[in-house]
């Protein structure tokens, strides 16, 4: 067998340390946060690219979105999950049925949540919030989309200005989709 040197450590060494290990591991929580944020926001993104198509989905779907059954067990973090290709094998095997419910319940989401942006922004005392649910409204809602150069001409802005409207507005839309998961609660 053989002898194990003890080392004694002087409390200043102890407590250094300490404060080393709870720095990183505050690192570490802070970048998975801003990973988790940053999927998020993603997410907002890829939904509001796709929106026209999730809506004709469900609308023009053999299933229809009246015969869906917004409790049969799934919620918006599964779903988004089934999105990434993260899902459960329970998810992965799935019907028609069950993604229109999905694509009802994801639409459903987001149409509540813009509807709730679009007053934040018709009540906010600043023009350039309002300007900001026009343009996520042109690009990605309406069913005949405009350019950003389109509107840029019509808001009399620049389009670098319309490119950050979204940049913004995006960031304010994850608040709404996702709630405080939403939020980039990591400060600089």
Not at 47 to 72: F, G, K
Not at 134 to 158: F, G, N, Q
Not at 171 to 186: M, P, S, Y
Request: glycine share 4%; hydrophobic share 35%.
């Amino acid at each position: 067998m053989a002898k194990q040197a003890a080392v004694k450590l002087g409390d200043g060494v102890l407590q250094e340390i300490t404060n080393i290990v709870i720095d990183r591991l505050r690192a570490e929580e802070a970048a998975a946060a801003k990973a988790q944020y940053d999927r998020r926001k993603a997410n907002t993104k890829l939904l509001l690219r796709n929106y026209r198509s999730l809506v004709e989905h469900c609308e023009s779907a053999t299933y229809t979105a009246s015969q869906v059954d917004v409790d049969d067990g799934y919620c918006l973090a599964e779903i988004l999950e089934l999105i990434n290709g993260n899902a459960s094998d329970r998810l992965k095997v799935e019907s028609i049925r069950q993604s229109i419910i999905k694509t009802k319940i994801i639409i459903d989401h987001i149409d509540t949540m813009i509807d709730l942006y679009k007053t934040y922004c018709d009540r906010s005392p600043k023009e350039e919030d309002r300007r900001r649910y026009r343009v996520i409204y042109w690009l990605y809602l309406d069913h005949e989309p405009k350019t950003a150069d389109e509107l840029a001409d019509e808001e009399y802005t620049d389009k670098r200005t319309i490119y950050r409207d979204i940049s913004i507005a995006v960031e304010q839309l994850t608040a709404f989709i996702f709630g405080i998961d939403g939020i980039n609660l990591i400060t600089k």
